[in-house]
């Protein structure tokens, strides 16, 4: 478990985490999500004593960071994948990892399979790519075998089947009962992996939820009818009072309903509809939503 206790990190004049209360629970994958400039990599920093907060505390499994006795067995971390020495070799760089944390080296071997880097572990990591990079940063993290797991950005640079593996290695780990806590920008593969979603900007909380629950209360949700005759259909519908808006190319959007109601109310008027169809918001429509105001850097009109 971890638990971040009013948190709060300034450099000089910027606060980059503003007072962040929030707990990441095991036995599920929390996704850490906010917008550029939140103070997601802060929080995280924090979380493993590389940023030393100005006020606040983060303890895992009720103990700071800093007083875990052989901190790989204990929290696994992936903040910068290209973190790496060079000139060594994929396997030199887990077992100098693996002797400071008394971890047998044949864990070592393990890992590198698990990931996918047996046939690479000779190589040196000044010839790696991104994708090559983040699988040994993965590998790192599962050495000690710990309870808590940290990952950064894990699916950048990865092909396809890489994002299918990672995905199901995060539900795995999760499903074992371990604390699994990621941070991405890609709403789709959250929407695919996390279980929990914690939201942040501009250093501060701004969701604590499911995320279905997320998307429920950051997004509206509609019934989408299409049909040749919409006066009728929306004469039908006010006179059950449900409220109907225009959606595109001709068809209507019914709020606060349920497709099955609309179905018979057309049916018992004889009204003609060729689709009638739940419609909710997608992660990233509910996350783009929440966090307009707190996005630090926003594009603005096109330069013509």
């Known amino acids: 478990m971890i638990e971040v206790d009013r948190l709060t990190k300034r450099y000089r004049t910027t606060t980059a985490v503003d007072g962040l209360t929030f707990t990441v629970e095991p036995g ?11 103070g ?32 790989l067995r204990e929290v696994g971390a992936l903040l910068d994948a290209k973190a790496l020495h060079g000139g060594r070799t994929a396997r030199a760089h887990l077992l100098g ?27 040196r990591t000044e010839g790696f790519s991104l994708g090559m990079a983040q699988r040994l940063g993965v590998a790192s993290a599962l050495l000690g075998d710990p309870p808590v797991l940290l990952l950064d950005e894990p699916v950048n640079g990865l092909d396809p089947e890489g994002i299918l593996w990672i995905r199901g290695l995060m539900k795995k780990l999760a499903a074992e009962g371990r604390t699994v806590f990621v941070s991405s920008h890609l709403m ?39 049909t040749p005759e919409p006066e009728r259909m929306r004469d039908v519908l006010a006179d059950a009072g449900i409220h109907t808006d225009d959606g595109p190319d001709g068809t209507l959007e019914a709020v606060g309903t349920s497709s099955e109601t609309v ?3 057309a049916a018992r008027r004889g009204v003609i509809v060729h689709e009638i169809s739940p419609r909710t918001a997608s992660l990233e429509e509910a996350f783009m939503q929440l966090t307009a105001d707190a996005a630090e850097y926003r594009a603005g009109k096109e330069v013509r």
Do not use: C, Q
């Open 40 to 71: 997601k990599s802060t929080t995280m920093r924090a979380m493993i004593g590389l940023d030393r907060p100005t006020s606040g505390r983060v303890l895992i499994d009720g103990r700071p960071y800093t007083e875990l006795r052989h901190p």
């Open 188 to 226: 789709s593969e959250m929407a695919l992996t996390a279980d929990h979603l914690i939201v942040i900007g501009r250093g501060r909380l701004l969701a604590d939820t499911s995320v279905d629950g997320f998307i429920a209360r950051n997004s509206r949700a509609y019934i989408l009818i299409r």
């Open 97 to 123: 990892l693996a002797r400071s944390n008394r971890v047998p080296e044949r864990r070592v071997d393990e890992v590198l399979d698990v990931v996918g880097l047996t046939s690479a572990a000779g190589k």
């Open 28 to 38: 599920r994958v929390t996704g850490f999500l906010g917008p550029n400039g939140a």
């Open 263 to 265: 179905g018979e109310l």
